[in-house]
């Protein structure tokens, strides 16, 4: 299957996985998945990841682009007006046909919060007594809090305190996810599920590395940098933009993939125009399947200043491509990564530090590069397989289906 979110299917492996997976589970478990509408960013690909390993249905709020991603979905319609489509709001009527598939459930997976369509997912599981997982998807991080925190907090003392507290499980996609959720104080059973990482299939010929890069007019004795993601404030991609320019590497080229949103392709431009390094900021916008793999091959680094990234998969995919990183602090992946080697991990949002660390990466080796690559790319393989997220979430499976047998 291709899709925009990568070069093929999650990876090759997942089809083999998912078949284990559904092997290992009860054969009359019926799982249910609520979300809401599939876009761009991590929580699509996690839905099609559980999808993969439980089938079952789909329940999605509001968007009408589930059919890319998953085999079995339910289109709910969100209510027309501004305050409707902001929070999820619908028509109760349209509801009657999901209510009945979500009643004959044996799990309910209740993706992302601060939404309708939670409230009304949690509301079934426990009027009917049946196991229900939150997966926050990085919402309970405390920079989400830092805007429309009224709203957010409200939310949370209306419905979301008692959604989380009486989930059978939280799923956090790292350690630092589930200790920045942790800070809330209520008595969540959170557990750890590492997503699984989408690999490339096969390998970019050098040859192709060095076309996009003559195209570029870069040298090949320049080093790149690869920034991969929406173009949003929280990703920072001008605040990686200044702190190329502070690193003062002029043998350093940065490449900025993905589409607007929040700051645009021409603010990048601009801000690189003005800083005086226009030639070195190349901003391609968004690129899918093999057209993306064949540019992070032609990077030799990658870097991500984002405020947070509770998982961050393109994190995960340059690990896969064998890429150091650097990473800010907000990449709560990096909390996994410490004692791996596999390049700078930030300790604060400074600007200053990113642009010592793109110094570093300037002078340092590329033999050294190389090793660094590859310990994150031996790391990742060993802990981000759809094997392992199998495993995980059919052990949890089982044991929520045993608790609620017993």
């Known amino acids: 299957m291709q899709t925009e979110f990568g070069r093929g299917d999650i990876t090759d492996a997942g089809s083999t ?5 559904i092997a290992n589970r009860p054969e009359s478990t019926r799982v249910v998945q609520v979300c809401l509408g599939f876009q761009t960013g991590g929580t699509p690909l996690a839905v099609a990841q559980f999808s993969r390993v439980f089938g079952g249905w789909v329940i999605y709020f509001g968007d009408q682009q589930a059919s890319r991603i998953v085999d079995s979905a339910l289109h709910i319609p969100v209510g027309s007006g501004p305050a409707a489509a902001k ?45 229900l997982w939150v997966v926050p998807h990085g919402s309970l991080d405390p920079w989400v809090f830092s805007y429309r925190s009224f709203q957010k907090k409200l939310w949370m003392r209306l419905f979301g305190n008692a959604i989380l507290s009486s989930a059978t499980a939280v799923l956090c996609a790292t350690r630092r996810e589930a200790a920045k959720a942790a800070l809330l104080g209520l008595p969540m059973n959170s557990r750890i599920v590492m997503w699984a990482a989408e690999a490339p299939v096969g390998t970019t010929p050098a040859s192709r590395r060095e076309e996009i890069r003559q195209k570029l007019g870069i040298l090949p004795s320049d080093r790149v940098l690869l920034f991969l993601g929406r173009l949003h404030e929280m990703k920072r991609p001008l605040e990686t933009i200044r702190a190329l320019k502070l690193s003062g590497a002029e043998n350093v080229h940065l490449m900025v993939i993905g589409g607007d949103e929040t700051i645009s392709a021409g603010d990048c431009r601009s801000l690189s125009s003005e800083l005086g390094i226009a030639a070195r900021v190349h901003v391609l916008g968004p ?52 004692n791996v080697g596999c390049g700078w991990l930030l300790k604060t949002d400074e600007e200053q530090e990113a642009a010592d660390a793109i110094r570093e990466f300037a002078l340092l080796g590329i033999a050294e590069l190389r090793a660094s690559g590859e310990k994150g790319q031996a790391w990742a393989r060993s802990h981000l397989s759809p094997e392992n997220l199998n495993a995980s979430l059919t052990g949890l499976l089982a044991e929520t289906t045993s608790l609620r047998n017993d």
């Not at 996985?17 to 997976?21: G, K, L, M, T």
Request: with cysteine; hydrophobic share 45%; charged share 20%.
């Open 17 to 21: 996985a998912r078949s284990v997976a």
């Open 87 to 131: 929070f999820s709001w619908v028509n109760s009527r349209s509801l009657a046909g999901a209510r009945t598939l979500l009643e004959s459930a044996d799990l309910i997976i209740c993706h992302a919060l601060f939404r309708y369509h939670i409230q009304w997912a949690a509301d079934i599981a426990r009027r009917n007594g049946i196991p």
């Open 287 to 338: 690129l899918f399947g093999a057209e993306k793999w064949d540019h992070i091959a032609a990077a030799d680094g990658y870097i991500s200043l984002s405020r947070r990234e509770n998982f961050g998969y393109t994190v995960a995919e340059s690990l896969m491509a064998a890429r150091p990183l650097i990473l800010s602090p907000g990449n709560d992946l990096g909390g996994e990564l410490e």
